[in-house]
Nanobody
Framework: QGELVESGGGLVQAGGSLRLSCAASGFMFNIYAMGWFRQAPGKEREFVAAVTWNSDSTNVTDSVKGRFTISRDNAKKTMYLQMNNLKPEDTAVYYC??????????????WGQGTQVTVSS
């Protein structure tokens, strides 16, 4: 069983930026798709973005398109989420996830512990 550790969350004003990181260990990071999800208070966890094993394809939910960018560095076993022009509605706990296969159309194997992002208006 591998491990995923998120970092980079914090408090930022609306219009600001943050970059989240997800450090992976204990599995072959470079052959699995990875993704970011988030959960706001009182809401269900929702998909944010995903990237294939070799970065040839990404998928980003409509509400963050043009503002968030997902990327990965297989040599560093790390995935990133660059978040620009943040809005108060982006406030949530952000979770890193490992997919079961190299494509993000498969199931999720496991999750990180989450990192809080709070955007003030």
């Amino acid at each position: 069983q591998g491990e995923l550790v998120e970092s980079g969350g914090g408090l930022v004003q609306a219009g600001g930026s943050l970059r989240l990181s997800c450090a992976a260990s204990g599995f072959m990071f470079n052959i699995y798709a990875m993704g970011w999800f988030r959960q706001a208070p009182g809401k269900e966890r929702e998909f944010v973005a995903a990237v294939t094993w070799n970065s040839d394809s990404t998928n980003v939910t409509d509400s963050v398109k043009g503002r968030f960018t997902i990327s990965r560095d297989n040599a560093k076993k790390t995935m990133y989420l660059q978040m620009n022009n943040l809005k108060p509605e982006d406030t949530a706990v952000y979770y890193c996830a490992k997919y079961h296969i190299g494509s993000y159309y498969g199931p999720i194997d496991y999750w990180g512990q989450g990192t809080q992002v709070t955007v003030s208006s």
